[in-house]
């Protein structure tokens, strides 16, 4: 493993770990160089929404991250969330990741 996906991966454990400590549901996302997913987990670790670009023309974009940022707090208002906390995954709150998330804001979400 890279040292770059390693220091990613230490950073996400911290926040993971912080937010495990809080109990509350967490919007993680994962970001790929094609896709970008997006699910709300529960605090005992059960999935309870997800959206992501898969099926989507153009998916390496911030547009498409600001559709799977709308379509997660839809579905995650439909299943009874209004606030989560956001795991980033030890990436940088820019571009897509930024993006999904403020869509995510906008569409109803509280973090």
């Known amino acids: ?7 990613r991966l230490r950073r996400a454990k911290r926040t993971r770990a912080k ?12 970001r790929s160089p094609r896709h970008i997913y997006a699910q709300v987990i529960s605090p005992d670790h059960k ?10 023309k153009k998916s390496g974009n ?3 991250a600001q559709e799977v940022g ?6 995650a208002k439909a299943a009874g969330i209004t606030s989560v906390a ?4 030890g990436y ?13 804001r906008e569409n109803g979400l509280e973090f």
Do not use: P, Q, W
């Not at 493993?1 to 220091?7: A, P, T």
């Not at 999935?47 to 989507?56: F, K, N, P, R």
């Not at 709308?70 to 579905?75: D, G, L, R, V």
């Not at 956001?86 to 995954?89: C, T």
């Open 1 to 7: 493993m890279n040292e770059k996906k390693k220091s």
């Open 19 to 30: 937010i495990s400590e809080l109990r509350v549901n967490r919007l993680c996302v994962y």
């Open 47 to 56: 999935v309870l929404a997800t959206a992501s670009s898969l099926g989507e």
């Open 62 to 64: 911030v547009a498409s």
């Open 70 to 75: 709308k379509a997660i707090a839809e579905k």
């Open 86 to 89: 956001f795991d980033r995954s």
């Open 92 to 104: 940088m709150y820019h571009g897509r990741v930024k993006a999904l998330a403020e869509a995510a």
